[in-house]
C-alpha cells in the first residue's frame, strides 16, 4: 500500500456508460494510479439523478449522491461525466472556482464553450483536460495538442463517431436496417443521450470543431462546422457505394487552405465515399481512426475504439492521472492556443472531390460536351466511366473529379444541368481519400 502518498479527493458527476466505469477503475486500480500519478485518489462521491436507477454493481451504493453541486465544490479532481450544456457547465464553473482541476468527455460543451471553460481554468490556475471528447479511447487530443506542437498541421481527416460508423458498417456488411443497427448501438452504449446528436451529424461536428481548434491554433465552435448526417444514407446508396469500389462513411474534415485562392481553415462533417482500399474504408463497428497531416511529419494514423464505457473511460483515466501529478508536483496542463486566429471559411472554400453520375445522350461529341463543362469551371476530371446503357440513346456515364472547391464543383453540376446532351444528372456524392 502506497499509504505515504498524499490523499487528493476525487469526484464523479454521473454514472452511467462511461461514470461507472471510470469508478470501477478508480477504485480496482487504486494502487497503479497512486504509483503514476503520486497521489491516492480517494473518490468521495458519484453524482447521479436517481439513486436507485440501475447500474453496474462495481459503483458502491454508498458513494452515490443526488448532491451534484456538493461533488462539484468539495474535491480536488472533478470528473464530469453528466453530457450535454446544463448542468455540466454550471458545475464545471463551479469546480474551477472552488479550486478543482477538472476531466470530462463532454464533446458537446466544449465545441459551445470551450473558451469560456479554458478562461474559467486559467483564472483559478487548475487543469481542464478532455482526451475523451475526440474519439473516445484514441489519444488524438494529446496527440494534436502535444505531440503536433512542433508542427503545422495541413489536414485532419477523421471517422469520429462510432455510433454512426457502426450503423453504416451494419447496413454495408450484414444488410441490417437503419433502425435496427441505431437499437444495437444505444444498447452496447455508444450513442448519446439523444442519439438524434449521432445520426444527424453533431456529435461528430462538435469533435470536429474540437479538432480544429488544436490543430490550427484557432477558435473554430460548433457554428463554424457544415453539417450533414447520415439519415439520408439508404441501402441504395450503400449498394452504389459498392459497384464503385467504395465504403460511404461519415467523415469529419478539418482543412487548412493557404493558396492563391483562400487562406483559413475548414470544417465540415458529411457522408462521403471513400474507395474501399484506403485505410478509413476498413474502419469498422464503433472503431474511429484519425488521420492527420502536417508539413514535416507527413501523414500519421491513429486507430482504435472511439466510444463505449471501458475504453472512453481510459481516455478520462489518463487524464486523471496527469492532473493528479501536477497537484503531487507542480505543472499544468496546457492552456488554450489560439493565437494563429485563422479565419474560418464557408462550405463553398472547402476542398473536395465529386463523382456524378450523368444521363448522356450517347451520341458524338456528348462526352466532349461533359468534359467541356468541368473545364471551364476550373474542375479537372480524374476518371470517366460509361457505367451502364439505359436503352434507346442514352448512356449513364460515372465522372470522378479531382480535387476542386466545392463552390467550382457544385458550379460545374449547375452547368451540367443545363447541358443539352446532359438528360439529367443521376447523383452527385462526395469522394475523399483518393
Ligand atoms: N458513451 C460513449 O461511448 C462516450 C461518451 N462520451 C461523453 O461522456 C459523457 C457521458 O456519456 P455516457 O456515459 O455515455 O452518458 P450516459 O447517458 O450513459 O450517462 C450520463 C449519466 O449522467 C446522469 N445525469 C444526468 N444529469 C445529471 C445530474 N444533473 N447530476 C447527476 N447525474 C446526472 C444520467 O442520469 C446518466 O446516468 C457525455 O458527455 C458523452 O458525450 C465521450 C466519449 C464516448
Ligand atoms: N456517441 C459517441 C460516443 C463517443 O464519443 C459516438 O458514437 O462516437
Ligand atoms: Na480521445
Known amino acids: 500500500m502506497l499509504v505515504d502518498r498524499p490523499v487528493l479527493k476525487v469526484g464523479v458527476l454521473g454514472a452511467g456508460t462511461v461514470g461507472s ?62 453530457g450535454g450544456i446544463e ?46 471528447a475526440v474519439a473516445g479511447a484514441i489519444p488524438v487530443v494529446y496527440a494534436l495538442r502535444e505531440s503536433m506542437a512542433g508542427d503545422r498541421v495541413t489536414s485532419v481527416l477523421g471517422v469520429v463517431n462510432g455510433t454512426t460508423n457502426f450503423i453504416l458498417d451494419e447496413m454495408s456488411t450484414k444488410g441490417l436496417s437503419f433502425d435496427a443497427a441505431l437499437a444495437t448501438a444505444q444498447q452496447l452504449g455508444y450513442a448519446e443521450a439523444d442519439p438524434t446528436a449521432d445520426v444527424e451529424g453533431l456529435d461528430a461536428a462538435a469533435k470536429c470543431a474540437i479538432i480544429a481548434s488544436l490543430a490550427f491554433h484557432t477558435r ?97 483515466l489518463s487524464d486523471v492521472v496527469a492532473a493528479a501529478a501536477h497537484r503531487v508536483n507542480g505543472g499544468q496542463a496546457p492552456r488554450e492556443s489560439s493565437y494563429a486566429a485563422l479565419p474560418v471559411l464557408g462550405l463553398q472554400d472547402a476542398l473536395t472531390r465529386y463523382q456524378v453520375q450523368l444521363r448522356v445522350v450517347d451520341a458524338p461529341g456528348a462526352l466532349a460536351a461533359v468534359a467541356q463543362v468541368f473545364a471551364s469551371n476550373q474542375v479537372s476530371i480524374d476518371s470517366v466511366r460509361q457505367s451502364s446503357y439505359v436503352g434507346g440513346q442514352d448512356a449513364v456515364v460515372t465522372i470522378v473529379t479531382h480535387v476542386a472547391p466545392v463552390r467550382a464543383l457544385d458550379a460545374a453540376v449547375r452547368d451540367l444541368e443545363q447541358e443539352e446532351r446532359v438528360e439529367s444528372v443521376v447523383s452527385v456524392r462526395r469522394v475523399e481519400g483518393l
Not at 103 to 132: M, R
Not at 287 to 316: C, D, H, I, K
Open 21 to 82: 466505469q471510470v469508478v470501477r477503475l478508480l477504485l480496482e486500480r487504486a494502487e497503479d494510479f497512486a504509483a503514476r500519478s503520486g497521489a491516492r485518489l480517494h473518490v468521495t462521491g458519484v453524482a447521479v439523478r436517481d439513486l436507485e436507477a440501475p447500474r453496474d454493481p462495481a459503483v458502491p451504493r454508498e458513494l452515490l449522491t443526488t448532491d451534484s453541486t456538493a461533488v462539484a465544490t468539495g474535491n480536488d479532481l472533478v470528473i464530469e461525466l453528466i
Open 87 to 132: 448542468p455540466a457547465r454550471t458545475l464545471i464553473l463551479a469546480a474551477f472556482r472552488a479550486g478543482a482541476s477538472v476531466i470530462t468527455g463532454n464533446k458537446a460543451l466544449i465545441a459551445a464553450h470551450g473558451p469560456e471553460l479554458y478562461a474559467a481554468a486559467a483564472q483559478a490556475q487548475v487543469d481542464f483536460y478532455y482526451e475523451a
Open 220 to 316: 473554430v465552435g460548433l457554428d463554424d462546422v457544415a453539417v450533414e448526417g447520415i439519415t439520408d444514407v439508404t441501402a441504395d446508396d450503400i449498394r452504389e457505394a459498392h459497384a464503385s469500389g467504395c465504403e460511404i462513411k461519415l467523415l469529419a474534415i478539418a482543412q487548412r487552405r493557404d493558396d492563391e485562392l483562400a487562406q483559413g481553415v475548414s470544417v465540415r462533417v458529411h457522408p462521403a465515399l471513400v474507395p474501399k482500399d484506403h485505410p478509413l474504408a476498413s474502419v469498422r463497428g464503433a472503431f474511429n481512426a484519425v488521420l492527420v497531416e502536417a508539413e514535416a511529419a507527413g501523414r500519421l494514423m491513429f486507430y482504435g475504439q472511439g466510444a463505449g464505457g471501458a475504453p472512453t473511460a481510459s481516455a478520462v
